[in-house]
Nanobody, 124 residues
Framework: QVQLVESGGGLVQAGGSLRLSCAAS????????MGWFRQAPGKEREFVGT????????YYADPVKGRFTISRDNAKNTVYLQMNNLKPEDTAVYYC?????????????????WGQGTQVTVST
């Protein structure tokens, strides 16, 4: 069982940066692939990026490539989403998710555990 709690969201101007954190509980955290998703008002939840359990592999959705970076610290049971050069279209609730799968996972249905989400608002 894994429990996830996101933090770090807030209001930022376009071009600014935020770093989201996702703290996980559970002894098996280090073996889980972690993902970040987001959901804007009136839209479906969409994939942002993922990192495998060893942190050696990451994969990002095209809209965030080159701007967002995912990292993890297994000793702290925490995964991070560094977001740079934020745009108004990045405004959404951001969720972290976990799956015991060891590979890159991009579909939300393949994640077993979810956090409650944290709001990110980017103003013009």
């Amino acid at each position: 069982q894994v429990q996830l709690v996101e933090s770090g969201g807030g209001l930022v101007q376009a071009g600014g940066s935020l770093r989201l954190s996702c703290a996980a509980s559970g002894r098996a955290f280090g073996t889980y692939t972690m993902g970040w998703f987001r959901q804007a008002p009136g839209k479906e939840r969409e994939f942002v990026g993922t990192i495998t359990w060893r942190g050696g592999s990451t994969y990002y959705a095209d809209p965030v490539k080159g701007r967002f970076t995912i990292s993890r610290d297994n000793a702290k049971n925490t995964v991070y989403l560094q977001m740079n050069n934020l745009k108004p279209e990045d405004t959404a609730v951001y969720y972290c998710a976990a799956t015991p799968r060891s590979s890159i996972v991009t579909y939300s249905s393949n994640y077993d555990y979810w956090g409650q989400g944290t709001q990110v608002t980017v103003s013009t």
